[in-house]
């Protein structure tokens, strides 16, 4: 028994990397769904969950107190970013340059800085009417800064783990738990997909909608998952954007394999890029407009068509071998 | 607000795959003197479908990167202590979490870290067969400060418009090749989806923003966001709803919201599969299809209307 993180990230947007994220969180026993495309979350429209808790995220800025500054300027220097200017009768701080490193706080001879909380962004937490647990990060309109929220969201997964309400400080480290890892049972010899389902099941899944892009949001989604999905789509801007998320992937070292959706049999290409890189296809999907209407209504497709719903359930066992083999290199 | 006369439309969604890139390229083809941009930094497709008659590369600087020395590291674990980005475990440092603000470099004792420029990706200047400029840029993969990178390649794009302009050059005039529309000059921005960091940036000094939005619960509630994002920025806008009759009752809600906000409503595009036939074929879809070629030059006179009034 053990708990699982499985990422389902694109590059390119709108290949349906939400739609897949909560049909494997609707199907996976004991689930967790957990949106991490902070700038535009949109499971909350498919899966509908009860939100009980919200919380509010910040950031720390320096706040500089004008009678202890004696505007010598070692502030401005240690900022990297440019976020502090030195008008020669003051220092002053543009907000959005700040990335919140702390080091003119520490660095101020007079200690006339201190750190103020601003708040970016907010987690909502709740119940699907199936019992799904559901995490979003909600990034506040205006705010640049996704990937600390994100950060914020994750260590949501470790405070659940830790059996907690998700109380983090600053410094924390994101990390998982790594003790889990090591209550793993390793299965020698695999005979066939239902073996698998039985011997193998997870205590808990964790399943992380990452936002589209190769960027440091993208990263911060990803880190630290067992596998991640790759969600590609039949044209060329699919997979081009498919061929930079794995260059991303393969720097991290995390698994993976590709679902292509709205596959089109035209398009060759992109099944020869995967065998030529032996890079494993997990699932097509075909282009039916039914799927997108029932999507457009914030209806999870598998919901009308049991027999998406049994792709995905197969998809659900092909993962699970997959997850293994990686245990057992 | 505009350099050199040229207006700066920039292609928005808040959702990914709406139809932005398509669209983008499209209306720029009815248009002769213009720039195009490719704002989606990190994962940019136009180049794609634009097919460039040459391209001229530039190194984008994304910032400092630190590095511990492990010889003269002495393992006290300031550093550790004091960043706050994760970025450093066991006397290494994670170059993907780095955020570069050097606080480990200058906290250390034993001056055992250095702290250096690193290359955060490339912009690329190109041509196109028309002989208009067109700009793109691949950000490394996992880099953050994709918003200075826009921010960069939309500079050197308004930096070609006065060089340009300088030179006095030989521009064609737009009457003499596209009969079908009025002269003007734009900058075409095709912008990232998501509401953050290189959206911002690419929004930036626009005249006018175009969102293309689609009618589904995702394609609403991602479009309402970004039109309070503009809003706060007040930059004017109008709206396209794509793949339009996919579900009629969400695209009334889209043209609510359009007249609630005092948005106009600049075309609708039904469904059509010929749009990924010409992805596919690595096309520009007013190359594949007469009658959507016809409703898009409506959509776009309809748009510079607006941007110019």
Known sequence: MKEVILSIASGKGGTGKTTIAASLASIIPNSAYIDCDVEEPNGHLLLKPKINTEEFVSKLLPKIDPYKCTVCGKCVEVCEFNALINLKFEITLIDEMCHGCGACTYFCPGKAITEIEKPIGVIRKGLTEHGILFIDGLLNIGEVAAAPLIKAVKRKIAGSKNGQAGYFSKGEISNRDKTSKQ????????KSTDDISQQYLFEKTYVIDSPPGTSCSMVEAVSDSDYCILVTESTPFGLNDLKLAMEVLKTIDIPFGVVINKYDASYI?????????KTDLLMKIPFDRKYAVAYSKGILPIVLYPELKNEFLGLFDTIKEKLMMVENV | ?????????????????TGKTTISAAFASFENDKVIVDCDVDAANMHLMLKPKSEKSHEFSGGKKAAINNEICIQCGLCETVCRFDAINDFKINHLKCEGCGFCFRVCPESAISFTPSIGGNYFECELEDDSKFFYAKLFPGQGNSGKLVSEIKKSAINSIKENSLQSSNKKIASINNPDVNGGKFIIVDGPPGIGCPVNASISKADFAILVTEPTLSGVHDLKRLVELLNTFKIRMGIIINKSDLNESVAEQIKDHATEKNIPLLGEIPFNTEFVKALIEGKNIVEVDESVKKDLLKIWEKTKSYIIN
């Open chain 1, 183 to 190: 209550n793993e049972i390793s299965i020698s010899s695999i």
């Open chain 1, 269 to 277: 290409e992109m099944e020869k890029y995967l065998e030529e890189t």
């Open chain 2, 1 to 17: 607000m505009s350099d050199n006369g040229y207006k700066q439309i920039v292609i928005l969604s808040g959702k990914g795959g």
